[in-house]
């Protein structure tokens, strides 16, 4: 039986991009503004009783890494209870997780979960590229964030032929649907042609395999779900979830063609909300690279696995395919504002079960939505999260 | 030329390696390390310690780190061989390493090379025996390199050095080995029935001479007296040119692989030192050939990238490296001895043990220290061309099989056109970073073959 016992009852985020106009503190204050008005019946701010922040890098000039103590009173809600979420690339889908739980142990009531990163207040070399020297002196150098899935690619392409006009396939079909979203980073369609002409970032992985450095924030408001209805007609309820981990060495993979943190944490997910990977209508997952939405596929049980690579370019995940996948236009063309990014994703998947997502909105079977983050070293760290839509 | 993560330590540890290898010596049973280079990689620093975890030396190993000039690989042997007279010890390896960086503009760009050799010394047994050294030196200034100066200055009267000090001193030295080779001459019949009859070697000497800046070398020979065709360096001065403290040990190889008399004549740092050896028997490991053959062309800046000449000139990303740190403490040692932990349940190998307190594959606690084979295969990789400075690209990294069926993952130390899934490759050492005048060494692959 599906876990249901928190809603989620309202959700938005800001335009994504490069802001250099705005500042940490404004894109979380904006997001908190466009959760609020995507609640139908309106909410009293004073009656949020916990806050999350998610937020991945605590390494800016400012103070976000201490965000638990800066967000609330930025935002409007000093005096809050709140706690910053770090964990990876899933630093906001766990977030989300973590505050569901804290409603669902009756310790909070009206939870909100925020979700920020600036990714571009440094510059690239000092900023993501600059992982290439943290870590392990050794065993991690060199190992800037497309080091950790290329190889994946390196190995799925030798293990089961899949090509770069499949990765290609994934990074068009992501920017297409971008190119419906007017909160995506990029709005405009890319050709297959392109991403395999963009120059090598990390073999076998190109410019175009990749998705951008972006800014970005985005909330999500929880409730219980027994007093869902004062908030919403069109509650989302939270099916389950699931996290789990994997080594963070890149030596130690059980293999280099799937990612084991992402299968052990769908198993969760699935066995919680009592579903199958059948029952998915859409699917927010990521792809952070091309190869790694075919990794999360086959991993999430989409398909086999080694089928991965077929699946973008027989138009199975497209907008109007059996399962759409990433229909936001996903980290590859949206952007991946990394505390941001899981709680962009549910609030996509909001707007899919509510049948509010416009030119870009799927059609929907079961009612059921799959939200999934992948990342750390070694893609050592996955969330799951499964949402079903109420009518 | 080596590479530019390479340096007079990696090419120590690498030549040290393969004279451990041929030599057919238990590293732990070996009692001093004699290492002679005019450019430790610090000017001060652990360069000694870390040259024996990296060979795999017992810790607490006698022995020294001679430098000062390109003598020191002829003062490090020397000292070995008292040691072990002396009956301090029983058997002591003796590298010669150098990549010496020579000033911008000098005569010495084109003529410096690089390189390593390394000797197993014993004192009761081997293919070959030395004989006799003898040394002369004079307080004089010929190449130097000031405190703290990046590079090597040439001669500042290249004539005067010739015509003064060095001719003299050669012939000099060369004589006196004659002498005591008891080989006046060049062969001829009498001086050599006169040396079997004083149970002295038969046989020509065959000649290692200087040469410093591939002119000199002619003026040696005549000095020398020598047959041109007797010289045996000739090969080593031309194909690599000069390198440094290696250089005496390198121009003696095609020597040591044939039976018969030698004689080293090594001149650096105000010093010519004459050596006397006996080859009783081809010394295994000294084909100079095979190791020349693996070189490739480099362009200039190739060149000055690898005599670290040619840096990142704007902002560079911190490397992350805190010198003297804990964290270093306890890394360095398993890192530079390629050590992994063994679980004594399952029988994984989890490395590097420091960050492994427990087994990767099963979770136990119960490990046991082993040593990693330098051996494998490639099991995946990529090939990063998008990093900051002081990063070069392209820069692969690997991970790779090892032959005793663990995994690690390393740096590939070619371009990556090479590499591909399955290759055979080898691990070896070489510098990963620098910061603060601190070098960290790792281990990379090189590929060894093809695709099998």
Known sequence: MSWDKVAVVGAGIIPFGELFDVGYEQMARSAFEACLASVDHGVDTSTIDALFVATQRGTLWGQEGIAGNTVPAAIGLNGVAATRIENACPSGSDAFRVGAMAVASGVHDLVLVVGVEKMRDKSTEEGLLARAASGHPIMTRGESAPALFAPFATRHMHTYGTTREMLAAVAVKNHHNGSLNEDAHFQHAITMQQVIDSPPVCHPLHLLDCCPQTDGAAAVLLAPAERAADYTDRPVLIGGFGVATDSPWMHEKTDYVGLAATTAAAKRAYSMADVTPDDIDVAEVHDCFTITEILDIEDLGFCEKGKGGHMAVEGITALDGRLPVNPSGGLLAKGHPIGATGLAQITELWLQLRSQAGSRQVALRNGIALQHNVGGRGSGVAVVNILRGVT | ?452
């Open chain 2, 1 to 452: 030329m080596a590479g530019s993560d390479e340096d007079s330590l990696t090419l120590a540890v690498a030549a040290g390696l393969e004279a451990v290898h041929h030599g057919e010596v238990d590293p732990t049973t070996i009692g001093g390390l004699y290492w002679g280079t005019a450019r430790p990689p610090m000017a001060e620093g652990p360069t000694l310690p870390m040259l024996a975890a990296a060979l795999g030396l017992t810790p607490g190993i006698a022995g020294l780190l001679a430098s000062g000039s390109t003598h020191a690989g002829i003062d490090a042997l020397t000292a070995a061989w008292h040691a072990i007279s002396a009956g301090a010890i029983d058997t002591a390896l003796v590298i010669a390493s150098d990549a010496l960086s020579p000033a911008l503009g000098s005569s010495g760009e084109a003529s410096t090379g690089s390189g390593a050799a390394a000797w197993v010394l014993t004192g009761d047994r081997g293919n070959a025996r030395l004989l006799r050294s003898v040394t002369t030196g004079r307080p004089v200034l010929d190449r130097y390199r000031g405190d703290g100066e990046p590079a090597t200055r040439d001669d500042y009267d290249g004539r005067l050095h010739r015509e003064q000090w060095f001719v003299p001193d050669v012939a000099a030295i060369a004589a006196r080995l004659r002498d005591m080779a008891g080989d006046t001459a060049s062969g001829t019949a009498a001086s050599t029935a006169a040396a079997t009859a004083a149970g002295r070697p038969a046989g020509d000497l065959r000649w290692a001479l200087p040469d410093p800046d591939r002119r000199l070398g002619r003026a040696a020979v005549e000095a020398a007296q020598a047959d041109p065709d007797a010289v045996v360096s000739t090969t080593a001065v031309t194909e690599i040119g000069d390198t440094g403290a290696a250089a005496p040990f390198i121009g003696i190889i095609d020597a040591l692989g044939v039976a018969g008399p030698a004689a080293i004549v090594a001149h650096g740092g105000g010093r010519t030192t004459g050596l006397l050896l006996e080859v009783d028997e081809a010394v295994p490991g000294t084909d100079l050939a095979t190791a020349l053959a693996a070189s490739a062309p480099a362009g200039y800046g190739t060149v000055l990238r690898a005599r670290q000449r040619l840096v990142p000139d704007s902002e560079t990303v911190p490397m992350g490296i805190p010198p003297g740190s804990a964290m270093l403490a306890r890394e360095t040692d398993e890192l530079l001895r390629l050590l992994g932990a063994r679980c004594s349940e399952c029988d994984a190998v989890s490395t590097p043990p420091s960050v492994h307190p427990t087994c990767a594959a099963c979770g136990s606690p119960k490990l046991t220290t082993t040593t990693l084979p330098r051996t494998g295969t490639v099991h995946t990789f990529v090939i990063n061309h998008t990093m900051p400075a002081p990063f070069e690209a392209p820069l692969p990294i690997i991970v790779v099989d090892l032959d005793d069926g663990s995994r690690t993952q390393v740096q590939g130390a070619s371009d990556g056109s090479d590499i591909a899934i399955g290759a055979p490759v080898r691990l070896v050492l070489r510098r990963y970073a620098t910061e603060r005048g601190v070098p960290i060494y790792g281990y990379k692959a090189v590929v060894t073959g093809q695709e099998g």
